[in-house]
């Protein structure tokens, strides 16, 4: 009986246990469940901006540690850019907690309310419903009207392309401008420009005239202007509907609780010169031009017709005119005026039976792609005395101003040609059929004897030709030859490779820069200082990434230096230096401070930071 009840007690015992086993695993699991739940927080500030202002929106990811960022899907009225990553972890008597906050720069492009939102967010195979944020965006003066309301970024910036004619010929070359007008918004000096067509037009560099201000619907416009020359390369019809990406110089995000005891105006904080300012790429599109180029007319074309077309000059002058047969007259032919100079070559002088032609050749040329003046030079010999006049030269061009064909003549030049000086009438050249004369080798019959020496000597050096010197010195041709080969083959590589010529040429142009840095910090400069750090760091990213210089921005390098995995703290040291520069060099007031002996060893730290971080960068591939 006793064993009967100790057996019953061990079996209650151990369903007990298994049933605290399961227990466990299953508070085990349930813990597992809830510690990997999160939990997302959406905020934009401020939710009421001027146009041509940014917001920033934060994301911020609870209780897992690396989660990915928000796709914002497109919202009209709103151009986005990512701002920053910030990591934070907490601890307290419940255990620790990480989260990551994604900032993204929202700029509006018209007024009105928008809703940012809603969206869907998935992680850890869990999603979140975010509800959507609306904020209010009124016009830079302030006024809430209606008819304010409805006014979009177009009124305050916008651009304009200009072109002298739309209806142009093939290979003839006309004025392009840009004009990029812009109210109450602060503009960046850098311009870029993207979407030009590939083919079909060739765009020369563009420049900038002088600024100024322009009366559009009754408000005053500061107006930009770049100009080049383009040409038509063929017929038909070329649609010319640029970018061009400009950069505001926006508000930073206020920074909350900056004077706790309110003891100071919370205005003088917007100074720009506390790094309350940043730059924000904003894309411009004018209206598109379709450029109509016609075909060169085949009716009424001269036969010496090259390919000229514009307006020009030919004067022509033929030097000696009074000469012996077989000597040489000197051409000198010159061309000038607007239109496709480049393309243009020395005009064609056949000189038949009468003359001896050498070819022409370019002296020399004054002026640019679309205006300026050629001379060329040529050498004929008249080969007989009966030749009493050179004949005339003619140019032939297309003026498209006429529509029509032009031809220019120069000519006769009356000559006065005497017999040779040897008495003949006219130059005899030899002939190839005449006998050369032949070496014939004599013998000798009478031999020098040389007396017996009084000592023989046995050598074993080597023959004067045989010597490691001389021989050294007659593979140095073959190795200079070789030298000069891979030389003019690497600049030919990099004259058709831009990208590559960039990308080697970014080293050498940051450390240009760099010791304009380090003088500048030297003498106590301010502005210089940092100037010369901007461009330390716009100049070596333009050139490794082949970037326009409109377009090296913060955004663009790090989207490229994470894709070729650098270290996300040169990353943040980068971002960092970018905000330095851009509060210096924006700041009201601080291009005239100086640098203080206790600034000194700061600002000496960040450019040796950046030399590390630039160093960094030339080991990353991309």
């Known amino acids: 009986m006793n064993r009967g009840l100790h057996l019953t007690s061990k079996k209650a015992n151990a369903s007990r246990f298994v049933q605290l086993h399961a227990l466990t695993l299953l508070s085990v699991l349930l813990l597992s469940c809830t510690a990997r739940a999160f939990d997302a927080g959406f905020d934009v500030q401020p939710r009421v901006l001027r146009l041509g202002e940014a917001a920033i929106c934060t ?11 928000l796709q914002f899907p497109p919202i009209d009225g709103v151009q986005i850019a990512q701002a920053g990553t910030q990591r934070s972890l907490s601890f307290g008597s419940g255990g620790g ?111 900038e005239v002088q600024a100024g201000r322009e009366v559009v619907d009754n408000q005053v416009y500061d107006v930009r202007r770049f100009r080049t020359k383009a040409q038509a390369l063929g017929s038909g019809i070329f649609k010319l509907e640029p970018v061009l990406q400009v950069h505001l110089v926006v508000p930073r995000e206020r920074r909350k609780s900056r004077d706790p005891f309110g003891m100071f105006d919370e205005s003088i904080f917007d100074n720009p010169f506390f790094g309350n300012v940043q730059t924000q790429p904003v894309n411009v ?33 033929a030097k000696p005119l009074d000469l012996n047969v077989g000597d040489p007259i000197t051409l000198t032919m010159q061309i000038a005026g607007n239109g496709n100079i ?75 040609v005497h017999p040779s000086a040897n008495g003949n009438a006219q130059m ?128 663009s390098i790090g989207a490229a230096m994470t894709r070729g995995r650098l270290d996300p703290a040169k990353i943040a040291i980068l971002r960092e230096l970018f905000m330095r520069c851009e509060q210096e060099r924006f700041g009201a007031g601080a291009a005239n401070m100086s640098i203080s002996e206790e600034e000194k060893s700061e600002l000496s730290r960040q450019l040796d930071l950046l030399n590390e971080t630039l160093k960094s960068c030339e080991r990353v591939r991309i």
């Open 59 to 69: 994301f911020t990811v609870m209780g897992i540690n690396d989660p990915p960022p």
């Open 97 to 207: 907690s990480s989260s990551v906050a994604y900032r993204y720069q929202l700029l509006p492009t018209k007024t009105g309310k928008i809703a940012i939102g809603p969206f869907t967010y998935s992680a850890e195979g869990q999603t979140l419903a975010i509800p959507a944020v609306e904020i209010e965006v009124v016009a830079p003066d302030g006024d809430t009207s209606p008819d304010k309301q409805a006014q979009q970024v177009s009124e305050f910036l916008f651009a304009r392309i200009d072109l002298a004619q739309t209806n142009v010929y093939n290979q003839q070359l006309f004025d392009v401008t840009f004009s990029i007008y812009s109210r109450g918004l602060n503009m960046a000096r850098d311009i870029g420009l993207q979407n030009m067509p590939p083919s079909g037009l060739g765009i020369g560099s563009f420049h």
């Open 285 to 317: 599109k004018p209206d598109p031009v379709d450029i109509h180029a016609r075909p060169l007319p085949t009716q009424g074309q001269p036969p010496g017709f090259a390919g000229a077309v514009g307006q020009f000059t030919f004067d022509v002058q």
């Open 342 to 416: 480049d393309a243009i070559g020395a005009p064609v002088f056949a000189g038949g039976e009468s003359f001896k032609v050498y070819e022409s050749k370019l002296l020399g040329k004054e002026g640019d792609e679309s205006s300026g003046r050629k001379v060329f030079e040529q050498v004929v010999i008249p080969k007989a005395d009966t030749i009493k006049e050179f004949p005339p030269l003619t140019f032939s061009y297309f003026d498209p101003a006429r529509e029509q064909y032009q031809t220019i003549t120069r000519g006769p030049f009356p000559l006065n």
């Open 428 to 555: 005899m050249q030899a002939s190839a059929d005449i006998l050369q004369p032949q070496t014939q080798v004599l013998g000798a019959d009478i031999v020098y004897l040389k007396p017996t020496p009084a000592r023989w000597t046995k050598t074993n050096s080597l023959s004067w030709f045989l010597q490691p010197g001389f021989l050294a010195v007659q593979a140095l041709p073959a190795l200079l030859a070789t030298a000069l080969f891979f030389i003019v083959r690497r600049r030919d590589e990099l004259t058709v490779n831009v990208a590559k010529a960039r990308r080697q040429k970014a080293p050498r142009s940051a450390q240009a820069a760099v010791k304009k840095a380090e003088l500048a910090l030297a003498q106590g400069q301010r502005k210089a200082f940092f100037e010369a750090l901007w461009e330390a760091m716009a100049s070596y990213f333009g050139h490794r990434l082949n970037l326009l210089p409109g377009a090296v921005s913060i955004e």
